[in-house]
C-alpha cells in the first residue's frame, strides 16, 4: 500500500540507532525527507549517509545534539521547510531504585520523556493543523500499560506524557485538522538498549549473555524479541495519510507479552 507521505518531512529524534532508525528507515522508505537527530555526530552521519545511499532522491539533514536542550530542538525544528511529521523519542532513563533517586533525577527523566516531547509538540501542531496534515508518534514504552518495577523513572515521566496526549490529541482544532497524536509501546526490541540492560543481568547473576537473552525471549508469547524494522513498519503506518483517524492511542508492539485482554 502506498501512505501518501512522499514529499512530506520528518523529524525524528533520537534517530541515529534503534527505534528512532527504524522509524526513519521505514518513512525514508516512504518517501520521506527526514531530519535526524542524536547525540553522538558520527554514529548519526553514518546513518544519514546510509539514508541518503538508499535514496538518493531525499534530504537528509542532521542535528547532533541531546534532544532535550532547549537549543537542539531549535535547530531540529529549524532544519526542515517544515514539519510534517515528528517521532519523539529519546533514551530512556536508567533502571534503580526510588529510595537512590533525589529531585535531579526524577527532573532529567521528566525533562527527556515528557517535557521535551510535549515542546516539540507545542511546536509543532499548529502548523500542521493549519496546512492540514500533522503526525506525531511518541515512543514511550511498554512500561506504561505494565510497570517495570526497576524503571520507576520511565513509567513515571512516560505516563505523565500519556496523559498529556491522551487529552491534546482529542482537542477538534487539531484531530479535526487531520493531525494525529499516538504513542508508540515498545515491548522488547532487539537494540542496543535492550544488549545493554541483558548484558547488565548476564554480569549480576552470573549466566552467560546467551541464556539471559534466550530465557528473556521464551517469556515472550512470539519467543522472540522484535525488530527495529518491525517498530518502524508500524510508526510509518501510524503516520500514513491512511491513518487519519486514528488519534490520542497506545499502541503495544510487545509480541503478545502483556496479558490483558485491553
Ligand atoms: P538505543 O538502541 O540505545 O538507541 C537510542 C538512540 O537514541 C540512539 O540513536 C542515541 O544516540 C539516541 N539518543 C539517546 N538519548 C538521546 C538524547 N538525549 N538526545 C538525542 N538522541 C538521543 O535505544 P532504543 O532501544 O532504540 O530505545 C529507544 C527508546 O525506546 C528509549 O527511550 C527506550 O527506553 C525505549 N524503549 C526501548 C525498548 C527496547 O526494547 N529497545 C523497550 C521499551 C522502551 P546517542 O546516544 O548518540 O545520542
Request: proline share 5%; charged share 15%.
Amino acid at each position: 500500500m502506498d501512505l501518501g507521505l512522499k514529499g512530506r518531512w520528518a523529524l525524528v529524534c533520537a534517530s541515529s540507532k534503534g527505534l528512532g532508525r527504524g522509524c526513519a528507515e521505514a518513512l525514508a522508505a516512504e518517501g520521506v525527507n527526514l531530519v535526524l537527530n542524536a547525540r553522538g555526530a558520527e554514529a548519526l552521519e553514518a546513518t544519514a549517509a546510509a539514508l541518503r545511499q538508499a535514496h538518493p532522491g531525499l534530504e537528509v539533514r542532521c542535528v547532533a545534539g541531546d534532544i532535550s536542550q532547549p537549543a537542539v530542538q531549535a535547530a531540529a525544528l529549524a532544519a526542515a521547510p517544515q514539519i510534517d511529521i515528528l517521532v519523539n523519542n529519546a533514551g530512556g532513563p536508567p533502571p534503580g531504585d526510588f529510595r537512590d533517586w533525589e529531585r535531579e533525577h526524577w527532573l532529567a527523566a521528566l525533562e527527556a520523556n515528557m517535557l521535551t516531547p510535549i515542546a516539540l509538540i507545542k511546536a509543532v501542531v499548529d502548523g500542521m493543523a493549519a496546512r492540514g496534515f500533522g503526525r506525531v508518534v511518541n515512543i514511550t514504552s511498554g512500561a506504561v500499560k505494565a510497570p517495570i518495577d526497576v524503571l520507576g523513572l520511565s513509567n513515571g515521566a512516560r505516563s505523565g506524557l500519556t496523559g498529556f496526549v491522551a487529552g491534546l490529541a482529542r482537542q477538534p482544532r487539531l484531530a479535526g485538522a487531520n493531525v494525529t497524536i499516538n504513542n508508540l509501546l515498545p515491548g522488547a526490541f532487539d537494540t542496543e538498549r535492550l544488549g545493554k540492560t541483558m548484558a547488565a543481568s548476564a554480569e549480576r547473576s552470573g549466566q552467560a549473555l546467551e541464556q539471559v537473552r534466550q530465557q528473556r525471549a521464551q517469556g515472550i508469547p512470539a519467543r522472540r524479541f522484535g525488530t527495529a524494522a518491525e517498530f518502524g513498519a508500524v510508526c510509518a503506518m501510524l503516520c500514513s495519510a491512511q491513518a487519519g483517524y486514528l488519534t490520542g492511542q497506545n499502541i503495544l508492539l510487545d509480541g503478545g507479552a502483556y496479558p490483558g485482554t485491553f
